[in-house]
């Protein structure tokens, strides 16, 4: 669960950071791009939410090195992002939004002609390049000129370039981009099974809320340059004081009355749907909406903590 | 029992392997260009055609040192051939006449080597990596530049190791620096065609928009060289001031300024023929001069290169 340290920052309880930022400051001229953005990125797959415009960018741009904050520092896998860039790169894999290959290569050839450029000796690039594009679901299509390639598979060999050396952690650009509702399961598999369990730790930046809740352990907000909050998309979901949906058979005035009587906080229902607020612990409340459900002759069809949607998250986000 | 089995382990691993250190991805890069090059067959035709100068006078030497040899009265004629022929003046031709295929190969290794990338949004790729500009321009510099080197470096070579091998009674190894001077002449052109054809791919994204642009500079400025030569060889050298010096404002101009001067002539018709009418030639330029006018191009267009590669928009 994410919580504020001594410094203001937010950071996590046993995981090991990934990335540090503290008071960053990035200025284009006079457009504060970052705004002072604190944030620490655990192990895991975090997703980076934000609308256009938001500072996004400029805070991946940031992390690979290619920008010099104004202010403010910052640190990737321990490396300094103002003056270990190229250490950075190293450790990192790109997968950009854009489609990108280098001209007139084989998937394999370009595979391990990236791996080489990361700095993997020409034969274990080329061992290497054939297990990523396997991986990747490639393998068939290994010999082809990229230029040649469907959109999902431009999509695939992206992340089989960005996969090759082997990176701590993975940017991931709108990995959906382009793709039928097919392709876009495979992709989101890829990306769920190469960041759980495989050490390597993924960035996600995506407008697709689905996405992001699919691979995604937690997620960071980052609006007008400034971070706007950050979390597990669990810890994020759950509502104040943790109420509760009941769901019953039928609406029954007498069940949300006898509630009431008790001293619960009961919302109009929407369906056969109640929300129920109250200070007691889940077992006990757990009793309480049995005993309410037995006096008033009600049948509770369905019991269960109630969240609200990373939507709901991200529009509160935006409107704070 | 099922007899599917899988062959390979096809999840995904961790690669534990050595990475080099950021530093060495130039040479890279510069592989990767050659190897494109090489792949591509009008280049080995390219190559011949540049040393057509060197592969002919090679051919006639060899005949005519053939047939004085079997004929004791062919001597005085192969005497008098060879006190025509000037043979700093055969490097000068057969560089001179290298340069318009070298266009053609620097146009070939190089027109697309940066256009190409700002297509396919390869910066992305190169950038990404622990690879910086300067690695990613010096790659594909020295992938052109390299190449054009070996192309022009091995007829010369090969004429001059015929030469001192066969024609030291005839005063080819008069100069003894002449091969050092063409040595370091044929770093220059290279240097020169490398950096031109760098800058101008940079600010394309298309292989032959870049290349139309070289070659329409490339010809423009030679029309005007040939013009400032013609000028002059009908003039007897007795021109303006100007005309001896614009004769080397071209591509090929400043090239040709730069052998003459290093070398130390100012050239002689081909093939040891008699010059027609005894027509002069356009004297050797400044050293200093010619040489400062080649690097100054040279870093002009580098820096164009340098300026237009960007760490470029990463994340939409």
């Known amino acids: ?59 991946l741009k940031t992390i690979l090195g290619f920008v010099n904050p104004t202010s403010g520092e910052g640190t990737v896998m321990g490396k300094d992002i103002r003056t270990d860039g190229m250490a950075i790169r190293q450790l990192i894999g790109l997968m950009p939004e854009q489609d990108c290959h280098i001209p007139g290569m084989t998937a394999v050839g370009f595979v391990s002609y990236a791996g080489e450029l990361s700095g993997m000796p020409p034969a274990d690039a080329l061992r290497r390049a054939h297990e990523v594009l396997e991986y990747c679901g490639l393998g068939e299509a290994r010999y082809r000129n990229v230029e040649t390639y469907s959109t999902g598979m431009k999509q695939r060999i992206k992340l089989a370039q960005a996969l090759v050396h082997g990176p701590k952690l993975l940017l991931l650009d709108e990995p959906t981009n382009g793709l039928d509702p097919r392709g876009r399961e495979e992709m989101l598999d890829l990306v769920r099974s190469v960041s759980h369990g495989r050490g390597v730790n993924v960035i996600v930046s995506s407008h697709l809320l689905p996405d992001i809740e699919r691979v995604c352990d937690r997620v960071i907000v980052v609006i007008k340059g400034k971070l706007r909050t950050a979390g597990t998309i669990k810890d994020l979901k759950k509502l104040a004081g943790q109420p509760a949906d009941v769901e019953l058979r039928e609406p029954s005035l007498a069940f949300s009355n006898l509630l009431m009587d008790k ?23 757990l009793r309480v909406v049995q005993r309410a459900a037995i006096e008033s002759g009600a049948q509770v069809r369905g019991f269960e903590t109630a969240v609200r949607t990373l939507e709901e998250v991200f529009l509160e986000a935006l409107t704070s | ?281 356009v004297p050797a330029p400044n050293i200093a001069a010619i040489l400062g006018i080649a690097l100054l191009i040279s870093v002009v267009f580098v820096l164009i290169a340098w300026r237009k590669i960007r760490a470029v928009e990463v994340i939409g």
Not at chain 2, 3 to 20: E, Q, V, W
């Open chain 1, 1 to 59: 669960m994410a919580h504020e340290n001594s410094s203001g920052v937010l950071s996590y309880a046993r995981l090991v950071t990934v990335a540090r930022i503290s008071n960053l400051t990035v200025r284009y001229g006079n457009f504060t791009a970052l705004d002072d953005l604190s944030c620490e990125i655990p192990e895991g797959c975090t997703g980076l939410l934000g609308p256009n415009g938001a500072g996004k960018t400029t805070l």
């Open chain 1, 263 to 285: 001293g619960l906080t009961v919302a109009p229902p929407k369906g056969n749907v109640y929300r129920v607020q109250s200070e007691l612990p889940p077992e006990e409340l």
């Open chain 2, 1 to 281: 029992m099922s007899n599917i089995k899988p062959i390979a382990d096809l999840s995904y691993r961790n690669y534990d392997g050595p990475l080099k250190k950021p530093g060495s991805r130039w040479w890279v890069i510069a592989k990767n260009g050659i190897r494109i090059a090489l792949k591509k067959k009008a280049l080995w035709g390219l190559m011949f055609v540049s040393a057509w100068y060197y592969l002919v006078m090679l051919v006639v030497l060899f005949f005519v040192n053939q047939v004085t040899a079997s004929n004791p009265a062919g001597a005085q004629a192969m005497k008098a051939f060879m006190e025509r022929l000037v043979w700093p003046d055969q490097f000068l031709h057969g560089f001179s006449y290298a340069q318009l295929p070298m266009l053609i190969i620097a146009l070939m290794l190089g027109a697309g080597s940066i256009a190409n990338d700002n297509r396919a949004n390869a910066m992305l790729v190169y950038l990404s990596k622990p690879c910086d500009k300067r690695e990613y321009l010096f790659g594909k510099w020295i992938g052109i530049a390299l190449p054009i080197f070996v192309i022009m470096v091995v007829p010369t070579i090969i004429f001059y190791g015929y030469g001192a091998l066969t024609f030291r009674e005839y005063g080819f190894l008069k100069d003894a620096w002449l091969l050092p001077k063409m040595l370091a002449i044929i770093p220059i052109a290279a240097i020169f065609h490398a950096s031109i054809v760098v800058g101008i791919s940079s600010m394309f994204n298309q292989a032959r928009n870049a290349s139309a642009t070289y070659a329409g500079i490339y010809f423009i400025t030679n029309f005007f060289t040939l013009l400032m030569g013609g000028i002059w060889a009908s003039s007897r050298g007795e021109t303006p001031f100007p005309v001896k010096h614009l004769f080397y404002a071209s591509i090929d101009g400043v090239l040709i300024g730069v052998c003459k001067a290093i070398i130390g002539t100012k050239g002689s018709a081909p093939f040891g023929i008699q010059s027609p009418g005894g027509v002069s030639q």
